[in-house]
């Protein structure tokens, strides 16, 4: 994992004006639907506390998600994380190896599957 985001890192050091606010408006936006509608059902927290791996599956997949366009039903964002969460519990990855390459791209891959069909 630290070698992943150092490289990435040092690829995207020097980024576009147009880049750095694309960026930055997907940003913003996935960290307000997060506060808004996932926080408080507790959703990054299937467990006792903040679960990094669930996090990061939720993040970058409704990250990705937002670039392709707004989300406008907040009940099918929180059908979709609450599946997407129990699909991790099942196949093990937020509680076992959770920072191996292959565990991070398939909770990614995961999250993003859920996201693309939410309006």
């Given at each position: 994992?630290?070698?992943?985001?150092?490289?990435?890192?040092?690829?995207?050091?020097?980024?576009?004006?147009?880049?750095?606010?694309?960026?930055?408006?997907?940003?913003?936006n996935?960290?307000?639907?997060?506060?808004?509608?996932?926080?408080?059902?507790?959703?990054?927290?299937?467990?006792?506390?903040?679960?990094?791996?669930?996090?990061?599956?939720?993040?970058?997949?409704?990250?990705?998600?937002?670039?392709?366009?707004?989300?406008?039903?907040p009940?099918?964002?929180?059908s979709?994380?609450?599946?997407?969460?129990n699909?991790?519990?099942?196949?093990?990855?937020?509680?076992?190896?959770?920072?191996?390459?292959?565990?991070?791209?398939?909770?990614?891959?995961?999250?993003?599957?859920?996201?693309?069909?939410?309006?």
């Amino acid at each position: 994992m630290k070698t992943f985001l150092n490289d990435f890192m040092a690829k995207n050091r020097n980024l576009s004006g147009d880049l750095c606010a694309r960026f930055r408006h997907i940003f913003e936006n996935t960290m307000e639907l997060v506060s808004r509608y996932l926080l408080k059902p507790d959703v990054l927290r299937p467990e006792r506390a903040l679960n990094v791996a669930v996090a990061d599956a939720v993040l970058v997949g409704l990250a990705r998600r937002l670039d392709k366009g707004s989300i406008c039903d907040p009940q099918a964002l929180q059908s979709a994380t609450k599946r997407l969460v129990n699909l991790l519990k099942t196949a093990e990855l937020y509680t076992v190896g959770t920072t191996t390459k292959d565990r991070v791209q398939e909770r990614i891959w995961l999250a993003c599957q859920e996201y693309d069909i939410v309006r």
